[in-house]
């Protein structure tokens, strides 16, 4: 299933549909990892991983422990998601979609939406921001 999705001000055209978010949190520094789908207007998270707890950081109510992850199917809808960028980790966000890897909001700046495309979307594909 295919995809469109804006990243700050790129627009993607994802094959599967689908994108993995992964970071560390910085203040447990426990990694993180989210996938998530483009189901029409809004994101779904298909499945959250934690490397621990704390700090707000808790694991679905469903989760189990594989691997040394806490995984968890997802629990949530919404519209967009908002990427702070704040540049204090110098770590940002990994994005990974249809088998290619991207760092971003490893740099001081605005934070950075993430969204299903509008249906009016440009027909174009640009570098994701840095």
Do not use: Y
Request: charged share 20%; glycine share 12%.
């Amino acid at each position: 299933m295919t995809g469109c999705l804006t990243v700050g001000t790129a627009v993607l055209h994802l094959a599967l549909g689908s994108f993995t978010l992964s970071w560390t949190h910085s203040v447990e520094h426990v990694a993180w990892q989210e996938d998530w789908r483009i189901n029409g207007h809004m994101l779904t998270l298909e499945r959250s991983r934690l490397k621990g707890s704390g700090a707000g950081m808790e694991p679905g109510p469903d989760a189990v422990l594989k691997d040394g992850w806490w995984v968890s199917t997802g629990h949530l809808e919404v519209p967009a998601l908002m990427l702070a960028a704040s540049g204090a980790t110098g770590a940002g966000w990994t994005f990974c979609a249809d088998g290619q890897c991207r760092v971003i909001g490893a740099d001081r700046a605005a934070p950075i939406k993430v969204a299903p495309c509008k249906t009016e979307a440009v027909k174009r594909t640009e570098p994701v921001p840095d």
